[in-house]
């Protein structure tokens, strides 16, 4: 009963100096004590000077009090606040200190020094504890900074316990039973934390979405992982494209990411959504790490004529293959960083096939661009295969010499024609058609064919060939004649005649008689028969009378 009545006394004089309850903590002044009557020794040799500045923790048995509050004319005006009257009271050992959350502090005012407690800052715990204790270690009992990256939410905090991961990290707390303190871990690569939740694993950032070189082999190109093989050969001829450039393996990503604000559309990639993206797809490509944004909602096109090997290309450098029809302008000092315009790559010329890809890097075509074999034709520009190359209308396939390379695409001769095209392996190819028995043929049917200008336009051209029966015809004074299922021409006679100018197309004309009475005039320029004029009465048989010398002709 004594002990708790002096540990009551003590507490209400400590009170009522506060003006607070005695736990709230407040400022306190070393004291020297004396030991009362009816005390037992205090320890340390103290002597108290009453029962009311005596504590106790069990009956019969006392420990000096050394600490006793300002008072309220020690303080400066100025300065009585809760800032300076908020303290604690003496702890049980009867030495001064500070209440958990509160670490001791002298300042000095008026030229007098004050020891007081001053609340806990923030990313700090102050545990409490006796002045002397506090000074001895001050490193683990008194004003303790949190561990390394961890902080806390507010001040006055009075645990370890109550530090968090700082963002940017992940709190890994003391192993279950553990006195140990808790701690932070950095986020890795494409993680993020924003921190102070006491989160134990870092978020990915969404949807494909990444820190800056963040990129790697997986995501780049997932085709490569055997189902989509990137060439390194055409024929015998090695050959670097792009693509072999592993740059999902772009870098290591920043780690202790903050925000999901940082988490960006990937190089290769567009967004389709705000927390997703996928691969631009084939022929296109996008560059940069970047936030989301109109920007970042598609891919760009590669240039006129190029395309890329694959999906998920992260600059224009990728569009490095050709598309079939297309050929390098300048193959010898063609850059990838001039493919940023379309005038790297032109329509496949007339009479020449382009396959696209990365044919253009063997030494034998390094443009792309294969001339058709044998004088060949295409029908259009931008043809991609061999395949494509023909005999065009109007044109044979000379076989004549035994050296099949020596094979050439020949106009049909006069007399000839043909309507279709021919590939080089097709019956009869070495042949034109006949319009018949002595029946001339001219090229006079229109075949189109196409330049590609300088300005990569293409125009039409007119180029004319003997290519159906339209082609064949008859002079003047000349008929047809159908034979044995062929035609053939015929010439007319004095006594006949035939058409009165050339004729084409190929038609049964007969040689028609004459008036009676009338014979066809012979004209040495025509190399055929002769025709009846409009004056037909001129050639009428002739008779001639003589009479008294005078010769009189009639018809």
Not at 351 to 366: I, N, T
Not at 369 to 389: E, I, L, N, Q
Request: proline share 7%.
């Amino acid at each position: 009963m004594r002990a708790l009545l002096a540990v009551l006394l003590v507490a209400g004089a400590t009170s009522v100096l506060a003006g607070r309850r005695p736990d709230a903590g407040r400022s306190l002044l070393q004291s020297s004590c004396t030991e009362p009557a009816g005390c037992t020794a205090c320890p340390n040799g103290c002597d108290m000077t009453s029962p009311s500045n005596c504590i106790g923790s069990t009956p019969g048995f006392y420990k000096c009090v050394k600490c006793i509050a300002y008072s309220a004319t020690d303080l400066p005006t100025s300065t009585q606040s809760a800032a300076w009257v908020n303290r604690v009271p003496s702890r049980l050992d009867g030495s001064c200190g500070c209440a958990p959350k509160y670490y001791m502090k002298t300042v000095k005012l008026n030229n007098k020094d004050f020891t007081i407690c001053e609340i806990c800052p923030k990313d700090s715990y102050c545990p409490g504890g006796t002045e002397t204790f506090q000074t001895k270690n001050s490193g683990n009992d008194a004003k303790v900074a949190c561990p390394d990256n961890m902080a806390t939410t507010n001040t006055g905090r009075s645990s370890v316990l109550d530090c968090v991961n700082k963002a940017g990290y992940s709190y890994v707390p003391p192993a279950d039973g553990s006195t140990n303190a808790p701690s932070a871990a950095i986020c890795d690569g494409n993680t993020f934390s924003v921190g102070l939740r006491r989160q134990k694993t870092c978020t990915p950032c969404p949807g494909g979405l990444r820190l800056s070189k963040g990129l790697d082999n997986d995501v780049a190109f997932p085709q490569s992982a055997g189902t989509l093989t990137i060439p390194t050969t055409v024929g015998s001829t090695a050959i670097s494209p792009a693509y072999k450039k592993d740059y999902g393996n772009d870098g290591n990503p920043d780690k202790g990411a903050t925000s999901a604000s940082l988490c960006l559309v990937p190089p290769g990639f567009y967004a389709v959504s705000r927390s997703k993206v996928i691969r631009c797809p084939k022929g296109e490509f996008r560059q940069d790490y970047v936030s989301q944004g109109v920007s970042t909602s598609k891919c760009s096109a590669c240039p006129r004529g190029t395309t890329t090997f694959g999906s998920g290309s992260p600059s224009v450098d990728y569009c490095d293959q050709l598309l079939p029809g297309f050929y390098w302008t300048a193959p010898d000092t063609r850059s990838k960083n001039a493919q940023s315009t379309d005038t790297v790559t032109k329509i496949c010329d007339q009479k020449c096939y382009c396959p696209g890809g990365y044919a253009q890097e063997k030494a034998a075509s390094p443009s792309g661009r294969t001339a058709c074999p044998k004088g060949m034709w295409t029908r259009a520009t931008g043809a991609k295969a061999s395949s494509d190359c023909m005999v065009p209308p109007g044109h044979r396939l000379d076989k004549s010499d035994t050296d099949a390379t020596k094979h050439s695409v020949t106009p049909c001769v006069s007399g000839e024609y043909f309507p279709d095209w021919r590939a080089e392996g097709a019956t009869d190819v070495e042949k034109c058609q006949k319009c018949g028995t002595d029946i001339a043929s001219e090229a006079v049917e229109v075949l189109p064919t196409f330049d590609v200008n300088a300005d990569f336009t293409v125009t039409q051209k007119t180029t004319r060939v003997a290519r159906t029966s339209a082609s064949c015809y008859i002079e003047a004074g000349d008929g047809i004649v159908m034979e044995n299922g062929k035609f053939r021409k015929v010439v007319c006679n004095t006594r006949n005649y035939g058409v009165a100018a050339r004729q084409y197309e190929l038609r049964v004309t007969p040689c028609r008689e004459c008036p009676p009475g009338t014979v066809t005039e012979s004209i040495s320029s025509l190399d055929s028969g002769g025709f009846c004029t409009a004056q037909a009465r001129k050639y009428q048989r002739q008779v001639s009378t003589t009479t008294g010398g005078t010769t009189t002709t009639t018809y």
